[in-house]
């Protein structure tokens, strides 16, 4: 409670003058002011608080749409990982097809050489084979083996490079059996002693047989 500053008497809040000594009692001018700024604080509180809450809206929803943002780029990220893991199943999965279906092909080839080989061998040794056709029939036989060890690596190599190479390595032992097989067919036999079968007509046979190229044979249709 406030005192009278003339006499010291205890001074009720809103009394202008001294009961006691009848004197005024000075009302500070801040006293008057104060409602009004008082007033003017909470105005300019609500308004900063209102500008506060409103900011602090502002970033969080900012920050929500970021953070949805970020999340939607995320999702799309892992998507797109999920595509191409995928793609790449596919692709591999097409890539062993493609390889078993070649193999199965270069399998069909060689089976083919090897019975073009088996029998240009009986046609023209007749059981009785020449020492050159003996080491012939030899050479054949290791381009065969050699022919169906390099198919089976191509089925198993995954690298393109290595396969490539391996490619090439068939299709030179390829050309090598080709030519053993038809030089096989064109070489004379071993002559016959007892001389009940030597029959003149191998020698053109051979000789037709090993002048034309082994894919354009037909003797089926030739025959009739
Ligand atoms: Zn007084």
Redesign the pocket.
Known sequence: MRK??????P?EAGQET??????P?RVRKRRARSPVNALLLVVAGAIIGLALTSLVVARTRAARKHAAEIKKRELARVQDSVRQANQAREDSVRSIANTAQEVGELNSEINREEQRFKTTYEGATKGRPSPEQVRLAGVAQDEIVRLRQLVRALGATVRESERRQIRADIKAAQGRLSEVISELGSVPRQKSRAGGEGKPELKPKDKESSGKPPSGRRPHQKDR
């Open positions: 009278c500053p003339h006499c010291g008497e001074v001294c009961f006691a000594c009848g004197q009692v």
